[in-house]
DNA sequence: TGTACATCAGTGAACGCGCGTTCACTGATGTAC
DNA sequence: TGTACATCAGTGAACGCGCGTTCACTGATGTAC
């Protein structure tokens, strides 16, 4: 792990922005220009860095899978300290309001923020975004200390993904929480039958 | 109910048409010249038609919200006939991989198509969308013979999209079939515990 | 240590293209007498 | 029933604008001797 380059420690803070946008605002809203604009550089120099916006597409959704776990990772941590098991303490983290703002703002589960964008972007996305579940999935049967089976987690990760979708297009907060913790309510109960 | 105007005809092909389209593609994919060739026009008599693009992918949401039933409704209607329960008919027909192809061809069920687009798009959008979240809840709530209550109903719709929008972002058909049976006999256990 | 030159990272003007929108026009349908 | 005119539905050329991409250039950093 040598010192990182000028351009390396550039070329990482045009990924972190891309990453957001496309998680905020969908893969079709992010443009060159707009992208560099927010990094503090000008729209010439991103093809020393990306060979063309596709390109830059798939490495933020790369990078997005990569650090995304962190938002929710600090709230795990807390929960578990207080005892409550792994898979448990994930569940509820990602059902959180914190999570659902987080999202809001570019810095949440990218399966959750573009979920049904995938299947019309381009083969590396799409192949990204399949990495990205089986990720996601592999660390729901690591948290449950493998007594979550393939089918299963794939099941969790869908009602995950699909609650907090469901979350942020329902205006009325009452029906916002409702549909939070009725799913977090049915997942515990299916997780904990162990 | 008198007879349409031609001009009422043509407003509908390309409703349908550009509801086949945003569900198939995404919002953002729509072009108006696009959608009035595959209706077998040319792009000038759109603003005879619509103020502008925004107000036809209103139109067009609630096209896809009132017609996307009828997929589902003929397997619904078949399983019926055999005494299975309303509830667990649609569920088993949202979960099939006839409605899978369905939501590729565009002619699936919006919110499972759309999921993570509404929340980035015009306040039109935005209230369709609400609406058919809540059109959805009511329609299980009403084949429950309303033992459901709402916030479950909330959960079995966030479920169902997203158990359909996983599975599409799936390469593995057999993680496709995991998912979608995981999540059925998962749902369907919940349901029948009435 | 100082000078000359090469490389690096980023700038900003310019391009071509597609898309939403406008508008003058046309051929077909309907209405008045 | 036939003629004259108005309205309707759609056509296609043209516009302005934004966006991805290219490229000649610049100032800063590093290297050779």
Known sequence: MTNPTKKEVTHQRILETAARIIRR????????????????????????????????LVEALDYAKRTSAN??????????????????????????EAHLKACAEGEGCPVAALGSEFSRQQDGIKQEAGN????????????????????????????????????????????VT??????????LSIVNRD
Chains 1, 2 share one sequence.
């Open 25 to 56: 605002d969908g893969f079709d809203a992010l443009g060159v220009a707009d992208v560099m604009k927010q990094a503090g550089l000008t729209h010439g120099g991103f093809y020393a860095h990306f060979p063309n916006r596709d390109a830059l």
């Open 71 to 96: 938002t929710i990772a600090v709230a795990v941590m807390q929960q578990l300290e207080q005892g409550v098991k792994p898979l448990a303490a994930y569940i509820d983290a990602y059902l959180s």
């Open 132 to 175: 990205a579940i089986q990720v996601f999935a592999d660390k729901l049967m690591a948290l449950s200390n493998q007594t979550l089976n393939r089918a299963d987690a794939l099941f969790l990760v869908s009602a995950l993904t699909g609650a907090v979708q469901l979350a942020r297009n329902l205006e009325d907060p009452q029906e």
């Open 178 to 187: 409702a549909c939070l913790s009725s799913t977090k309510q049915h997942l």
